[in-house]
T-cell receptor
């Protein structure tokens, strides 16, 4: 089955710096890659997603890139702010087992210091 | 606004008890999921359902069962709770072409 690895497990940056979180997946049939943000004590929420027919997607300060050949995708946050501090999860789904059946990475705790 | 409601925010049970975790969504989503979240392990899928009375095992179904008698409600059942099942349980739903909408979670402690 699919396996998703996520790095780093923790990431500390200064406000205004950029942050990059990387994930690799094992199943070449995976075609959907969302990113979720979970603030302390709150539910995970979708912040951006990408499908395998697209190499990059941007939404204001966040962007996701996908390299299908290498089977990895990354989340990029520019001009980080303290409110970006949270745990971020990447995920992948295999078209053979259903678009919605996501396999999650283990999470990255991002801390943005003022 | 999509609402996924889990019946309890915190729950304390004893080993061997039968435990019911309830989840209700109000957006007529066909797909519902139960995940457990543990530090360093991320979110792991326990069971999911594509339709009423339909259920499929996720990656860690052992010790759990589910029930989906109505479209809006998806219940997770721990037949005989064990300390290893102490965890945060997250319910989620989706119409299929969008991301998952999560509930607030139930922190279950099994003593």
């Amino acid at each position: 089955g699919e396996n998703v690895e996520q790095h780093p497990s923790t990431l500390s940056v200064q406000e205004g710096d950029s942050a990059v979180i990387k994930c690799t997946y094992s199943d070449s049939a995976s075609n959907y890659f969302p990113w979720y943000k979970q603030e302390l004590g709150k539910r995970p929420q979708l912040i951006i997603d990408i499908r395998s027919n697209v190499g990059e997607k941007k939404d204001q300060r966040i962007a996701v890139t996908l390299n299908k050949t290498a089977k990895h995708f990354s989340l990029h946050i520019t001009e980080t702010q303290p409110e970006d501090s949270a745990v971020y999860f990447c995920a992948a789904s295999n078209r053979n087992t259903g678009f919605q059946k996501l396999v999650f990475g283990t999470g990255t705790r991002l801390l943005v210091s003022p | 606004d999509v609402k996924v409601t889990q019946s309890s925010r915190y729950l304390v049970k004893r080993t061997g008890e039968k435990v019911f975790l309830e989840c209700v969504q109000d957006m007529d989503h066909e797909n519902m999921f139960w995940y457990r979240q543990d530090p360093g392990l991320g979110l792991r899928l326990i069971y999911f359902s594509y339709d009423v009375k339909m259920k499929e095992k996720g990656d860690i179904p052992e010790g759990y069962s589910v029930s989906r008698e109505k479209k809006e409600r998806f219940s997770l059942i721990l037949e005989s709770a064990s300390t290893s099942q102490t965890s945060m349980y997250l319910c989620a739903s989706t119409p299929g072409d969008r991301g998952l909408f999560f509930g607030s979670g139930t922190q279950l402690s099994v003593l």
